[in-house]
């Protein structure tokens, strides 16, 4: 089965770290770019990173750089955000999805046409 | 960064009527333009891609039209699953998404 399933989420405090899994079935993971997907309570969906299906490009929205890092294993079929630093306003639910291409281009990208359940990250004190 | 405005931002209709979304763009994106649908405690499900083409699966209800900066989703006849939020997404310059429409049910 195709699909796509998130873990890594919960409860942290301002200023600490989470990391989220995102593993990945059903189709040949490194042909296909990947991104981390967030959607804060009642704000639009936001791209907050994204990897190239060789992992030798990378993306981070200006809202998380220095502080995001998006990496995957493709011998383990796996996507991974390393959150750093967190802040109130990352709580969300995070979704990983999968491009319909491998990579960016010259700024054009892809469209995302699967997607995982998300995780929910809440940023509290 | 591009800017997608969607309108209206809830459509109050009945099942059985036509649904007319709207999607503009701050710049041209040719026609990469994308619809998603996002139904309650649900990830968002591709339904449209390149301004007119329906994904696997999609029923033929669904419709897209447009390029350049302006777009539509069309729902010719609503079913009762068809009630949710539709997003548009842009790929033309990196990927930004539209604030969405809430279709509710009249």
């Known amino acids: 089965e195709v699909q796509l399933l998130e873990s890594g989420g919960g409860l942290v405090q301002p200023g600490g770290s989470l990391r989220l899994s995102c593993g990945a079935s059903g189709f040949t993971f490194s042909n296909y770019a990947m991104s981390w997907v967030r959607q804060a309570p009642g704000k639009r969906l936001e791209r907050v990173s994204g990897i190239s299906g060789d992992g030798g490009a990378t993306y981070n929205a200006d809202s998380v750089r220095g502080r995001f890092t998006i990496s995957r294993d493709n011998s383990k079929n796996t996507l991974y955000l390393q959150m750093n630093s967190l802040r109130p306003e990352d709580t969300a639910v995070y979704y990983c999805a999968k491009g319909d291409l491998g990579y960016c281009s010259g700024g054009r990208c892809y469209y995302l046409d699967l997607w995982g359940q998300g995780t929910l990250v809440t940023v509290s004190s | ?106």
């Open chain 2, 1 to 106: 960064e591009i800017v997608l405005t969607q309108s209206p931002a809830t459509l109050s209709l009945s099942p059985g009527e036509r649904a007319t979304l709207s999607c503009r763009t701050s710049q041209s994106v040719s026609s990469y333009l994308a619809w998603y649908q996002q139904k309650p405690g649900q990830a968002p499900r591709l339904l449209i891609y390149d301004a007119s083409n329906r994904a696997t699966g999609i029923p033929a209800r669904f419709s897209g039209s447009g390029s350049g900066t302006d777009f539509t989703l069309t729902i010719s006849s609503l079913e009762p699953e068809d009630f949710a939020v539709y997003y548009c997404q842009q790929r033309s310059n990196l990927i930004t998404f539209g604030q969405g429409t809430r279709l509710e049910i009249k």
